[in-house]
């Protein structure tokens, strides 16, 4: 019943949006999902992107999330931006509390169009802000990424939807302090990541995208789902769900120019 319900709103949404956007991807870029496509936000535009993710996790510990990120277009092919994420955590069996916060920042190089293929190249940084290890639970951590994708108009808009097909590969690396329950670790990590997309574009400005990763480090495959849909002119709203935990994420985009 709740699927036939979230059905029905999203069509509903999607008949009365009206106007497209360039949209923040989980990772912080423009993408329309959780990874980078080779879009950029265009010159002088901002892009102001807020996610929130309800808890999940397992019977021993909780997590939920409160993301909020901003793009820049410094060029009408070069984008900057900063992420900022906060995920609360509860660990149910010491009923310990524990709140974890993230900076970033990004930079993307979106190049000219040839043969229909429209190519970006980016980088990405995150550090943690908590760096108290001295408690039962904490962590501390770092990482950079560089990436590249490529993006083809697959189908034009002539029926009303435009399909978009990208292939991008993300290279990420870092290092993680733990302090759980009283034991201290460091761990030295690296990742390559290829993935695909589509992005379905709507005529009225809505956009669904579907993302595929065949392996996220030990997980294994990853797909994930997102819908955006336009509500105002420079206002849309976003659900993104994803096959690694289930948890809806829901969001809201603003975008807006100096």
């Not at 590969?169 to 761990?187: D, I, L, T």
């Not at 379905?200 to 955006?228: M, R």
Request: hydrophobic share 35%; aromatic share 10%; net charge neutral.
């Amino acid at each position: 019943m709740k699927r036939t319900v979230l059905a029905v709103s999203l069509l509903a949404i999607l008949a009365s949006a009206s106007s497209a956007m360039a949209y923040s991807s989980s990772m912080g870029p423009t993408g329309g999902a959780g990874l980078p496509n080779a879009d950029v936000v265009g010159q002088g535009k901002f892009e102001l992107t807020h996610d929130v993710q309800n808890a999940h996790g397992n019977e021993e510990t909780e997590t939920s999330s409160d993301n909020t990120h901003l793009l820049y277009g410094i060029t009408k092919d070069t984008e900057i931006g900063l992420v900022y994420d906060s995920a609360k955590s509860v660990d149910h069996t010491t009923g310990a509390h524990h709140t974890q916060g993230t900076w970033g920042i990004n930079a993307k190089k979106s190049f000219a169009q040839k043969n229909g293929l429209k190519t970006a190249i980016g980088v990405t940084y995150r550090r943690s802000i908590d760096n108290d290890l001295s408690r039962s639970y904490g962590m501390h951590y770092y990482s950079y990424g560089l990436y590249g994708a490529a993006s083809r108009v697959l189908k034009k808009a002539s029926s009303g939807v435009e399909v978009i097909g990208t292939l991008g590969a993300y290279y990420g690396a870092g290092r993680a302090s733990y302090n759980v329950h009283g034991v201290k670790e460091s761990v030295n990590a690296s990742s390559f990541r290829p993935y695909t997309s589509l992005d379905f574009e709507f005529h009225n400005g809505a956009t669904l995208t579907a993302e595929y990763e065949p392996q996220v480090n030990d997980y294994g495959a990853v797909s994930t789902f997102a819908l955006h849909c336009p509500v105002r002119k420079n206002v849309s709203v976003k659900a993104e769900t994803n096959s690694f935990n289930h948890q809806p994420i829901y969001g809201i985009d603003y975008s807006f120019s100096k």
